[in-house]
């Protein structure tokens, strides 16, 4: 599954317990009718994926739901669902600027003139 859209946060990279547990989340938000802010961690050697983003990016994040049951000390059971990133990409929308050259506006190009209309193409299509 994908999430697509602008970074509003990037968190710190978070360690937990004696295994040192690492986790990092970043809120990405969609750009459709009604946008919704979608939190995705990243664990792991997956938390240094996020270094080179920064809000405001538009990105696309692979990403898969994870679900968990855990039975509290009164003994109820509590269900528990997260997302989480594996891989995360800039969207070609930020990147217009950097390799592809400018379209020229049409007023940049002068229209032909010299048309023939019985000039005939000899394509067989």
């Not at 599954?1 to 859209?5: D, R, T």
């Not at 990279?13 to 040192?20: D, L």
């Given at each position: 599954?994908?999430?697509?859209?602008r970074i509003k946060m990037v968190g710190e990279?978070?360690?937990?317990?004696?295994?040192?547990f690492r986790k990092r989340e970043v809120v990405v938000t969609t750009e459709e009718q009604y946008p919704q802010q979608i939190m995705v961690e990243f664990v792991?050697?997956?938390t240094d994926l996020l270094n080179s983003y920064?809000?405001?990016q538009q990105v696309k994040v692979s990403i898969n739901l994870?679900?968990?049951?855990?039975?509290?000390?009164?003994?109820?059971?509590?269900?528990?669902?997260s997302i989480q990133g594996w891989r995360i990409e800039a969207l070609q929308a930020d990147a217009a600027s950097g390799d592809m050259p400018p379209v020229p506006p049409t007023e940049a190009f002068e229209p032909?003139?010299?048309?023939?209309?019985?000039?005939?193409?000899?394509?067989p299509f």
């Open positions: 599954m994908e999430v697509q859209g990279t978070q360690t937990f317990g004696s295994n040192g792991q050697d997956k920064q809000v405001g994870r679900g968990r049951e855990w039975v509290n000390p009164q003994g109820e059971t509590k269900y528990f669902n032909v003139s010299d048309i023939k209309e019985d000039d005939h193409d000899d394509l």
